[in-house]
């Protein structure tokens, strides 16, 4: 073979492996495992007004390849499928409500299906019903939405063109159109069906402008106390006696203003001129910055002053309308004020504008952006406790505390040599027991401690593998939580009922657990003690108080009487008493040799004394928690919660006639360390409060 023969075999071979290689890379390096189902699927009928039944179907979704449909007027109907854009035409024979189900496939042939009833009707709409208002957040914006017996389509005609074209929609269906100027507008809403004629309405609403700002300045970074010195602003102690409307002439009216809920701001209108007047001498001397939020839509300029007893200075805060700007002005711009002694603010600018402010305050650069300290120490007993993660308790088997469709950078971390787990850039994190799930069904409570300075929002979900034990075999149960505006730059313990998990039928076989924060991919936080618990067992007492039991008239109500002080220490041998709660679910009255005993108990005087049977804790007696209904039942005859006469209607006159099982209402307070229990007993209520020891 010639030298040049084998080096065109060897380029072949070499091409070849080139291929093969980039093909095996392409492989592994992409899949279309990970992509989710369609998402947003909707569809709209359009029928033909011509009584032939003919009907358009236009689906819609986020994510498909294709749909699948079934048009609900065959028994067994195999689903016709179409192309993305093929027109989707059906004929109805008969008037009727038809049940069409729309699949939207996707690349990697995952599916999402709704059913849409659809009514073919000739009869012409009736009843047309239009509901319309002006949006509470964006400016010169209308929502509609039109219902009508018999109708399968709305079309809405805005008013606001001469060559107007319809905006399309299913009955019922919210509709929104933005103006470009406020005013009034001619609105023209047309219910059709499969009849040739139709039902109409114009009438003539007014748009509105919304002024101001719509949602709140940003938020201040967490700072220790003396990095700061706040005039105004929700996210900081603010100082006391602060005038915001001092009486020096101008025309400027002051008004606080709630943007969002638990937000204020602080409005100027008509601005000509106006001061602020602090109660003492601010000392803003060791301070490096003054920061002032400010919105307006009108004003051309603004100027902030600092005033101290003999001289000011004003700041140019230069004008973007319509958004929230943040300033911070260092101090060493006022060279002529002195720092140590700020009596005043004053603001002027374009006259007759309107200006918003919010968070005006001192500071120096010393954000906190991760934990010193850390997690508080966990307070359950070890026996009442599955850890999943603490160094308080031993862990069980965790898969994974980042799943690979994770969308967060995982890192284990030491915070004041506490072991926790810090997820940076987080969208949502999965957390994995797959390989042996947690059996909570004993537990009431799942806890977890959470710290972050930037996170707006913390979602967890729990997810149930039911029966099964594996995902996805048909009968997972799941539930996610939403907490908005957590606290920042401090743990925040989370000690959450499992019935909060309304979905969460099952809870049994729990292996995936989902947390999430929002700014998406934005947000840092440790974690740290994250455990199921059960809030109930363990060994309970009455709290010895004045008040902590009486009886009154109604729930809540111990005024016809309730235990004194002197009741409490005459009663010591009754205040010693226990209730213990197991695990296993059983239950115990814990007397010792002696309790409180009443006459009906067949003794001569109300006094201490040895317990009398059954009363005398030697029931055999288990418990119940029903955490949805928030009741705690003690079956046993003998075994009791508070004092041994008060049962459900009624009130003891003999030990003989003790229920075989009595049910309490219950309330868990002061981090689930404190009980308070009703139960009605004809026509009138006791009440008994508890503390764990």
């Known amino acids: 073979m010639s030298e040049m023969k084998i080096l065109r075999h060897i380029t072949a071979i070499l091409l070849i492996l080139l291929v093969a290689v980039s093909c095996e890379k392409d492989e592994e390096s992409y899949s279309f495992d990970n992509l989710s189902a369609p998402t947003n699927v909707s569809v709209v009928f359009d029928i033909t007004q011509d009584n032939s039944g003919l009907v358009t179907i236009i689906p819609n979704a986020e994510g498909a390849t294709k749909f699948e449909i079934t048009f609900g007027d ?367 069904t004993g537990m009431t409570h799942f806890h977890l401690d959470v710290w972050s300075a930037d996170i707006t929002t913390f979602k967890i979900k729990l997810v149930d593998f039911g029966p099964d034990g594996a995902y996805g075999g048909g009968d997972d149960v799941e539930h996610e939580l939403t907490y908005d505006t957590p606290a920042q730059g401090e743990w925040v313990s989370y000690d959450i009922p499992l019935s909060d998990f309304t979905n969460l039928t099952t809870r049994g076989n729990l292996g995936q657990y989902i947390i999430a924060g929002e700014p998406t991919e934005a947000t840092t936080i440790w974690v740290d003690n994250v455990y199921f618990y059960n809030a109930l067992a363990g060994t309970w007492e009455m709290e010895p108080e004045a008040g902590s039991m009486g009886v009154g008239p109604a729930q809540g109500d111990i005024s016809w009487w309730s235990i004194d002080a002197a009741g409490v220490t005459e009663r010591a041998c009754f205040y010693d008493d226990s209730y213990v709660f197991e695990m296993d679910g059983s239950f115990s009255n814990v007397l010792g040799t002696e309790t409180w005993l009443e006459t009906w108990q067949g003794v001569a005087a109300d006094a201490c004394g040895t317990p009398v049977s059954p009363h005398d804790g030697t029931a055999v007696a288990t418990y119940t928690y029903d955490q949805n209904a928030g009741t705690i039942m003690i079956d046993g005859t003998g075994a009791y919660l508070g004092i041994p006469k008060a049962y459900n209607g009624g009130e003891l006159d003999d030990p003989a006639n003790a229920p075989a099982s009595i049910t309490y209402q219950v309330l868990f307070s002061d981090n689930n360390t404190s009980m308070t229990l009703d139960i009605e007993v004809d026509a009138s209520w006791w009440r008994f409060k508890l503390v764990k020891i």
Do not use: C
């Open 74 to 440: 065959t028994v067994d109907e195999t689903p016709a499928e179409y192309k993305i854009g093929e027109e989707i035409t059906h004929i109805y024979e008969q008037e009727g409500t038809y049940t069409v189900g729309i699949t939207a496939v996707g690349l990697n042939g995952k599916k999402t299906t709704i059913e849409e009833n659809l009514v073919v009707s000739f009869k012409v709409p009736e009843n047309l019903e239009i509901t319309v208002e002006n949006d509470l957040v964006v400016s010169k914006q209308v929502n509609i939405s039109a219902t009508a017996d018999y109708a399968t389509l709305i079309e809405f005609y805005f008013g606001e063109l001469d060559d107007d074209v319809a905006v399309v929609s299913t009955p019922g269906e919210t509709v929104s159109h933005i103006y470009e100027n406020p005013g009034d507008y001619e609105i023209t809403v047309i219910a059709k069906s499969g009849a040739i004629e139709t039902l109409d309405s114009t009438f003539t609403f007014t748009v509105t402008e919304i002024t101001g700002p719509q949602e709140a300045a940003p938020t201040p970074p967490v700072r220790a106390e003396s990095d700061y010195i706040s005039v105004f602003s929700d996210a900081y102690i603010n100082l006391t006696g602060t005038n915001f409307n001092p009486n020096w002439g101008q025309s400027t009216i002051v008004t606080f203003e709630e943007v969002v809920s638990g937000d204020t701001i602080l409005k100027y209108s008509d601005l000509n001129y106006q001061g602020t007047e602090f109660e003492s001498a601010i000392d803003a001397s060791e301070m490096e910055y003054l920061h002032v939020d400010m919105w307006t839509d009108d004003a051309t300029t603004v100027n902030f002053y600092a005033i101290d007893a003999v001289a000011e200075k004003g700041y140019e805060l230069a004008v973007t309308p319509e958004t929230w700007v943040s300033y911070d002005i260092p101090l060493s711009y006022f060279d002529n004020v002195d720092l140590a002694a700020i009596i005043q603010f004053k603001v002027d600018g374009t006259a007759g504008s309107n200006v918003y402010f919010d968070n005006i305050y001192f500071y120096k650069d010393n954000v906190v952006t991760e934990p010193t300290e850390a997690a508080p120490a966990p307070t359950e007993a070890d026996a009442n406790v599955i850890s999943m993660f603490s160094d308080a308790y031993t862990d069980v088997t965790v898969d994974t505390w980042r799943t690979d469709w994770s969308s967060a950078t995982l890192e284990d971390v030491d915070v004041a040599g506490n072991a926790a787990k810090k997820y940076s850039a987080l969208d949502f994190v999965g957390i994995e027991t797959a390989s042996s799930p947690i059996d909570a």
